[in-house]
């Protein structure tokens, strides 16, 4: 059983640059979460996307974008980067129960470096 | 608003030695998850244990313990006989309420380093 997996693991891009990170979650799980972990730091929510909407979203710019895939699959895209958005983005994947959602899963997550 | 405090930024035992790490957290709900996860070198965030704000039941799973105070909004962990293995930043998070267990508020991490 497959667990949460994220493409690619590491990537480095310019101040300016657009970026599109991928994740496949664990298998049996429909609703797909990114954090970002900047370096030193505790994970910060950015978006979940469950039926390929986005339902909740984290205090970060409209710069971070995402999209759900009808196979559950999702993409972080990240515009107009900035040194800043250098950090490990993370994937985290759960069900949907008819209690409310099991708990989150994460993924190895991409390791950003903008320069 | 909801936040989570682990002070304590690193931990160093020498392996066999309890090890507790802290964490405070603050929020106004009154229903609530608390969770911690650990994360290896390798950057992957293992799922520890969830907690709900109604069950101040400690809990104890093999080496770990977990002493939920809810008096003192306080979720620590504990590691007997610790072990390199354990070697590893250790998060604590809180899930406010109509998230599903999702939007999780982590704090900022203590790394444990166990030597032999």
């Known amino acids: 059983d497959a667990g949460v997996t994220q493409s690619p693991t590491h990537l480095i891009k310019t101040r300016g640059q657009q970026v599109t990170l991928r994740c496949s979650p664990k298998?049996?799980?429909?609703?797909v979460s990114w954090y970002q972990q900047a370096l030193g730091q505790g994970p910060q929510f950015i978006f979940q996307?469950?039926?390929?909407?986005?339902?909740q979203r984290g205090n970060f710019p409209d710069r971070f974008s995402g999209h759900q895939f009808p196979n559950y699959s999702s993409e972080l895209n990240v515009n107009a980067l900035l040194l800043g958005d250098s950090a490990l983005y993370l994937c985290a994947s759960s069900f949907r129960t008819g209690r409310g959602r099991e708990t989150q899963y994460f993924g190895p997550g991409t390791r950003l470096l903008v320069l | 608003a909801q936040k989570v405090t682990q002070a304590q930024t690193e931990i160093s035992v020498v392996e066999k030695e309890d090890v507790t790490l802290d964490c405070v957290y603050e929020t106004r709900d009154t229903t609530y998850y608390l969770f911690w996860y650990k994360q290896p070198p390798s950057g992957e965030l293992v799922f520890l244990i969830r907690?709900?704000?109604?069950?101040?039941q400690n809990e104890i799973s093999g080496r770990y313990s977990w002493n939920f105070q809810k008096s003192t909004s306080s979720f620590n962990f504990t590691i007997t006989a610790s072990q390199v293995v354990d070697s590893a930043v250790y998060f604590c998070?809180?899930?406010?309420?109509?998230?599903?267990?999702?939007?999780?508020?982590f704090g900022t991490g203590t790394r444990l380093l166990v030597s032999p």
């Open positions: 996307y469950y039926e390929e909407e986005e339902r």
């Open positions: 298998s049996g799980h429909d609703t």
């Open positions: 998070a809180l899930s406010p309420p109509g998230t599903g267990f999702q939007k999780l508020v």
């Open positions: 907690r709900n704000s109604f069950d101040e």
